[in-house]
Nanobody, 118 residues
Framework: QVQLVESGGGLVQPGGSLRLSCAAS????????MGWYRQAPGKERELVAAITSGGITNVVDSVKGRFTISRDNAKNTVYLQMNSLRPEDTAVYYC???WGSGLSNEDWGQGTQVTVSS
């Protein structure tokens, strides 16, 4: 059983920064992918960024240059540094862990709200 606990969300003004954290606990395969998704009201959940246990990253174009994903394998923790935040970044941000054969298993965190507003 894997548990993911997110933290770091909140209210920030446009142009501001936030850092999200997601700590994984439980039985975790050494090779895995951790990622951040977001879901805005009335929209589908979308990938924001992902990182493999080897450090290979994928960041979607809409946040590239503003958001940075990183991880600490010793702590089984993934981070999302969000800079130059815009109102359109407002959403619930979810942490995901994919693992196992073909990375076919996945676990999700409970989500953390990020609101960008003046």
């Amino acid at each position: 059983q894997v548990q993911l606990v997110e933290s770091g969300g909140g209210l920030v003004q446009p142009g501001g920064s936030l850092r999200l954290s997601c700590a994984a606990s439980g039985s975790i395969f050494s090779f895995n992918v951790m990622g951040w998704y977001r879901q805005a009201p009335g929209k589908e959940r979308e990938l924001v960024a992902a990182i493999t246990s080897g450090g290979i990253t994928n960041v979607v174009d809409s946040v590239k240059g503003r958001f940075t994903i990183s991880r600490d394998n010793a702590k089984n923790t993934v981070y999302l540094q969000m800079n130059s935040l815009r109102p359109e970044d407002t959403a619930v941000y979810y942490c995901q862990l994919r693992w196992g054969s073909g990375l076919s298993n996945e676990d999700w965190g409970q989500g953390t709200q990020v609101t960008v507003s003046s």
